[in-house]
């Protein structure tokens, strides 16, 4: 099933890409266009799983979790897009910069709002799971302003719902942030002309998400206290990579079967060899 994820993933990020290449600045084609086939491959994957009768608890877990939730959060995230892209005024650079500033003030608050689930989410937490992502004995009829909301035992959860509107809005925050700091992009460009790298990362983006895990886990940033975010920022931006959703990636980590640190460990063997090569030289 992650085989399953791993697919699904590299698919909509391939399409969406070239999606918005073809449609720049066109907000409404880009998402349109992204949702359309978001929901195609979320239908082919629930024929796949949900008539599944023989599903053990943790595939169905899985499923919900990680599949489906996350296939609706991207659509509800490219319908978060549309809406604030397309109430844009056409203002000013500095007022443009506060409207998205605006926007992000809104979307902290609803997570803070439901910190407790937005925690468990960003957390990777699992204790929870069987309650959250497991199907029901019976419909759930939730009142939700004046209509009814009904969960159905046999295709939904209790809480996939909750779970995929916030990291849709956890995708949102970060998108604003990226179109906030671009207003400052400039600058950001003359520095790097007057200090160029030509370091580039050359090896998988998973072994440089174990890095980054690893450094956080030694605290070695900050005393630390420096948070994964920060960390994962530093390197996209000084060896020009993005890698992603890379607490996703860390989770693929995690349920590794044989090695959990198969980067980290080739490292070790690598300079341990160069060790054991050099120990005969004289360094003066």
């Known amino acids: ?96 910069k506060k409207y998205y500033l605006k926007e992000l003030y809104k979307i902290k608050k609803k997570l803070r709002k439901n910190s407790f689930y937005y925690n468990y989410y960003k957390t990777m937490a699992t204790h929870l799971d069987h309650q959250f992502f497991r199907r029901m004995e019976h419909d759930i009829y939730i009142p939700v302003g004046s209509y009814i909301l009904n969960i159905d035992c046999r295709y939904n959860t209790p809480a996939i719902h909750l779970f995929s509107r916030l990291e849709a809005y956890d ?14 992009k400039k600058r950001q460009k003359q520095q790097v002309t007057e200090n160029p790298s030509t370091l580039k990362w050359t090896d998988s983006k998973t072994g440089l998400i174990e890095i980054v895990y690893a450094f956080h886990a030694a605290g070695v940033f900050n005393n630390g206290k420096a948070e994964i975010k920060e960390i994962a920022e530093f390197f996209q931006q000084n060896l020009n990579i993005d890698l992603g959703q890379y607490n996703r990636v860390f989770y693929d980590i995690r349920t590794r079967k044989k090695s959990k640190t198969k980067f980290i460990d080739n490292l070790k063997n690598a300079l341990t060899k160069r060790i054991k090569e050099t120990e005969s030289e004289l360094f003066i």
């Open 1 to 96: 099933m992650q085989h399953t994820l791993s697919a699904l993933t590299e698919d909509i990020v391939t399409y969406t890409k070239e999606i918005e290449e073809n449609h720049r600045n066109d907000y409404s084609a880009v998402s349109d266009l992204s949702i359309h086939y978001i929901s195609e491959r979320l239908q082919w994957v629930k024929e796949k799983f949900e008539k599944d009768e023989n599903i053990s608890p943790q595939e169905e877990i899985f499923y919900f979790k990680s599949i489906k939730c996350h296939l609706l959060a991207l659509m509800q995230y490219y319908l978060l897009v549309k809406n604030i892209e397309n109430k844009k005024p056409p203002i000013k650079k500095k007022k443009i």
């Open 171 to 184: 995708r949102l925050r970060k998108y604003l942030k990226g179109k906030i700091k671009n207003f400052d």
